[in-house]
């Protein structure tokens, strides 16, 4: 297995890379907001041989609900078509790994529903996750973030809520797959919505 397909559009952003061997061939990244299925397909089509590639790696969330199920359904259908596992990974260990700094820890925070901020704390070196994914409201995730700089589309409002910290908003990029360590990057490839279900089945 050498070259790899990323697709993430778990998030505003939809982006897609060609990885052989961890070296980055090339990638599409663009802030639509919506519309990722119109999208990516294009996107993927652009890059070298057509994306054609070994593994397929695709972001399972959290973000979402539409982007994170239109990345799902592309990679399993372009890994049935070409015969080659697909494995996933989570938006928030992609947006840890890549953050830009030297402190031990850094806290993801990601835009979730009604109001809410998905949170969770990874450590630095070595790359691990320190507490689990949790989707709280901005005062309750500002207390579960110690964190001084914290990453991701809610990172503004989590500082915002606590008061002091480092804020830096990005969302994950494909390309960025290159940095996550193999334990990372072999979920099943099925969503991590990070939140209940809004609709419960009625009662019996």
């Known amino acids: 297995m050498t070259r790899t397909l990323v697709i993430d559009t778990a998030t505003a952003a939809c982006s897609v890379a060609l990885i052989d061997r961890g070296s980055l061939i090339a990638e599409m990244y663009d802030v639509v907001g919506r519309g990722h299925a119109e999208r990516l397909m294009p996107m993927i089509a652009a890059l070298p041989d057509g994306g054609r590639a070994d593994a397929i790696l695709v972001d399972c969330g959290p973000g979402s609900f539409t982007g994170v ?3 799902l359904a592309a990679a399993r259908a372009l ?21 830009d700094t030297d402190n031990g820890s850094v806290g993801v ?6 109001g809410e901020l998905f949170v969770q704390r990874f450590a630095r070196n070595p790359f691990d996750s320190l507490t689990p994914l949790e989707s709280l409201p901005p005062p309750l995730a500002a207390t579960a ?5 914290v990453v991701g589309s809610g990172a503004a409002a989590l500082v915002a809520a606590r008061g002091h910290g480092h804020a830096v908003e990005q969302f994950p990029r494909a390309s960025d797959a290159t940095l996550l360590a193999p334990a990372f990057a072999a979920l099943p490839p099925r969503p991590i919505y990070g939140r209940d279900a809004d609709a419960k089945p009625a009662a019996a």
């Open 69 to 71: 199920r239109v990345g």
């Open 79 to 99: 890994g049935l078509a070409w015969n080659v596992p697909v494995h996933g990974y989570s938006s928030m260990a992609l947006l840890a790994v890549s953050a």
């Open 109 to 114: 925070a990601l835009t979730g529903g009604h």
């Open 145 to 149: 973030v110690a964190d001084n700089i």
